[in-house]
């Protein structure tokens, strides 16, 4: 159908009385990628190329695309390309071999061209030449994510490249770039090098050879590099013996190591993370780490062993001492509780840092921060802290944050296993928990008591005994907004001021009762907050546990039936005092409940979520939809939120007095 569409609009745009000859569409640095996705479907698979074995050669199909992109007459123009198209076959990995004799490889089509012919048709090669340098210099658009990942092909925004330019001039002085050498190996494309002026005292490596005859075809256009200084390095397996010599005096020279700053942006990859999932789906990448610098350096990286960019940071750290290091990369290095040994090896001075969002890179997926750090590793201090300035995807400064090591810390997951049921058999529901930080929020869930564990994720069975310490572990992990700034900051192990707050005990009751993942299916339900009478139910409720324990009528040491309903022998408590947003939350539950219980055929025994599920469907993946068509429906559920919402203002404040969470 797709194809169509398109092909009804080229008869519409060139089929037309009196009008000679095609109409083409022009090629710019906004639509290339575009055409590439449709060259993808249509010419790639016409080349006479086995694509897995040349993607594990490191051989990409972007590199044929560029040599028909930027060609005129079938020849390209460009003779630094990886690969160049000569009219009916392509050439590549072109050499001088010991006679002084080029030899190349070459491939051709199996269709005869035609699909290429036919493709190529429609669209007017090459494109303006301004924008040949900018397509070019985004190969890295062009490059499969999994490589990207794995080989460090990421293109670092012009804006970030300025800002992070500026820090090393604010840290290092106005002529650092005349006083320092500058190494980046992990250049790509060589665009983290932008700006740079004194070119003597730059070098560039890459992992690909493409990379490589890119950078040189940049400095024929006027990029402020040395050719010398642009070479294949392979950074996490070759030897420093390779590197230019020029480059080898300086890492072997003590004084000149000082004046030495790696100013890169290397791959984020990481091997076999796993998040816990139902499915225990792994979302890493296999043997991405399995590189000399891991087995080298195993015990100085402990679990960070992982990373990619951590075996960087050891590399240098380790030998070329006492440089500097200015990179981009994720925080976990600072913060992560798996990178504890690590931070115990590597002792140096963070001088200054400014945190982005990972979502301004373009090859970087996720919600969460990068940060640009400078590093003095001739200064031995292991990192605790430090304030870094933040700043949003335009580059405008929106304030400061701290970042802590949590060293010597506790995290929440271990108070909570401390809270654990001894000996009751009274339980009422599960808390499914993996991680401790923002990051792994949506892997913490309160669940109905009966359905089955999950292999990875901590278990907390909820009763009688510890459904407060539960219902304040879930609303703290819950009522703050997950963001990309907040995402690796840890939830810890708090203070025993919580202890005495009654008030932020109902409340943290309050809000874990309106927004949890309880279903009915999975076992009685004990969640419901309200009598029979008070939601016009048609029958009696399977339980009144939850109605009982806030009027105050069942104490934790009691052994009785907690489950029975209307106990006869039940101890008499006060009722738990609520604060005017709590009741707010339970005055607006109370009339979607109300609502709902007027429905054909509802369940008398629903919990929230089954009433949400009723109300808004699920879409033909199984997934529930996000709204729902019941008008009236929508604005209770709507009203239920925004309470929730101005509850969850009114615990915050808490979650930092009782250090649940640092400032």
Not at 221 to 237: I, T, Y
Not at 426 to 442: R, T, Y
Request: net charge neutral; glycine share 4%; hydrophobic share 35%.
């Amino acid at each position: 159908l797709k194809d169509e569409r398109e092909l009804k609009i080229f008869i519409k745009n060139n089929f037309v009385v009196g009008k000679y000859g095609l109409t083409k569409t022009t090629i710019d640095k906004n639509n290339f990628m575009i055409i590439y996705n449709k060259w993808l479907q249509s010419v790639k698979p016409t080349i006479a190329v086995n694509w897995d074995i040349a993607k594990k050669n490191g051989i990409i199909d972007g590199d044929f695309y560029l040599a028909d992109l930027l060609s005129d007459n079938n020849q390209s123009l460009k003779d630094s390309l990886y690969v160049l198209l000569k009219t009916d076959h392509y050439e590549l990995d072109r050499t001088l071999d010991n006679s002084g004799f080029f030899s190349n490889k070459s491939t051709s089509f199996n269709d005869k061209k035609i699909a290429h012919t036919q493709f190529w048709n429609k669209y007017h090669r090459p494109p303006k030449e301004d924008y040949w340098d900018y397509i070019v210099e985004r190969r890295d658009l062009l490059v499969p994510q999994d490589v990207r990942e794995r080989k460090g092909s990421f293109f670092t925004p012009q804006i970030w490249v300025e800002l992070s330019q500026k820090y090393l001039t604010d840290v290092l002085g106005n002529d650092w770039q005349d006083e320092y050498y500058i190494w980046d190996c992990a250049a790509g494309t060589g665009n983290l090098l932008n700006g740079l002026t004194n070119k003597y005292n730059i070098w560039a490596s890459t992992l690909d050879i493409q990379d490589v005859e890119v950078m040189h075809d940049r400095i024929k256009n006027g990029a402020n590099l040395l050719d010398d200084h642009v070479f294949q390095f392979d950074f996490l397996n070759d030897d420093f013996t390779k590197l230019p010599q020029s480059l080898q005096e300086i890492i072997n020279n003590p004084e000149k190591r000082k004046k030495l700053v790696v100013y890169i942006n290397p791959p984020y990859a990481e091997a076999n993370a796993k998040k816990g999932t139902e499915s225990g789906i792994n979302i890493g990448k296999s043997g991405v780490n399995l590189t000399k610098q891991r087995v080298k350096y195993d015990v100085f990286l402990g679990k960070g062993k992982r990373e990619l960019y951590a075996q960087f940071v050891v590399r240098l750290y380790s030998e070329i001492k006492d440089c500097k290091i200015a990179i981009f990369s994720k925080l976990k290095i600072l913060n992560a509780p798996f990178y504890e040994v690590f931070r115990s090896n590597f002792l140096a001075d963070l001088q200054k840092m400014f945190v982005v969002p990972a979502s301004s890179f373009d090859n970087v997926i996720g919600k969460f921060p990068i940060g640009f750090q400078i590093w003095d590793t001739n200064k031995k201090e292991k990192f605790k802290q430090n304030q870094a300035d933040f700043y949003d995807k335009n580059g405008v400064l929106q304030g400061k944050k701290m970042f802590y090591s949590y060293e010597n810390t506790k995290y929440i997951n271990s108070w909570i296993i401390e809270k654990r049921c001894k000996e009751s058999k009274n339980i009422v529901a599960k808390i499914f928990c993996v991680g401790s930080d923002f990051q792994h929020l949506d892997y913490c869930r309160l669940n109905s008591q009966n359905i089955p564990n999950q292999a990875g994720f901590t278990i907390i069975e909820v009763c009688i005994e510890n459904l407060i310490e539960c219902a304040i572990f879930y609303a703290v992990r819950h009522c703050m907004e997950a963001t990309w700034l907040n995402d690796r900051d840890q939830f810890l192990y708090p203070n025993n001021t919580w202890e005495k707050d009654t008030e932020f005990h109902n409340d943290c009751l309050s809000f874990t009762l309106f927004s949890n993942n309880i279903q009915s299916k999975f076992g009685t339900n004990h969640w419901i907050p309200f009598t029979e009478n008070e939601v016009d139910a048609k029958a009696r409720f399977e339980s009144d546990f939850m109605n009982k324990f806030i009027m105050g009528k069942i104490k934790p040491d009691e052994k009785i039936n907690l489950f029975a309903v209307s106990e006869p022998n039940v101890h008499l408590e006060h009722p738990l005092k609520f604060s005017p947003e709590a009741t707010a939350v339970f005055d607006a539950g109370r009339e979607l409940w109300k609502y709902y219980h007027k429905q054909p055929n509802c369940n008398v025994n629903a919990a929230l979520y089954d009433i949400r599920e009723h109300f808004q469907g699920r879409s033909s993946a199984g997934k529930m939809n996000n709204k729902s068509k019941d008008e009236t429906y929508s604005m209770l559920i709507a009203d239920l939120r925004d309470t929730l919402k101005i509850l969850a203002q009114k615990i915050e404040p808490k979650i930092y007095e009782f250090e649940f969470l640092k400032r």
